[in-house]
């Protein structure tokens, strides 16, 4: 009976395959949503790798220490990689 409905009900639920977006501004919204959520993934992707890969200091010796310890190649393919390693690599100074 749902497809004689056509659009006007389409928050029919999960059990009939139904969805509970009941207008265009919601797919707007949902769109730039995901957009603003991948564009945050790609800023921390660009700013860990920098700090664990690029950016850093060289000793006298010649040893090149990195910001975060050089941890983003063992870290970055599970998100608590990136909680652990990324997002409180620094907090000990903030909250001490």
Known sequence: DKANLGFRFPCDGPGRGGTCQVSAWDHVFLGLFWMYNAISVVIFHF????????????????????????????SSI??????????????SQVIQ
Do not use: C, E, P, Y
């Open 47 to 74: 700013s860990w790798k920098m700090q664990s890969d690029v950016w850093g200091s060289i000793s006298d010796q010649g040893v090149v220490t990195h910001i975060t310890g050089g941890n983003f190649a063992q």
């Open 78 to 91: 599970t998100i608590n990689g990136w909680l652990r390693d990324f997002l409180w690599a620094q907090a």
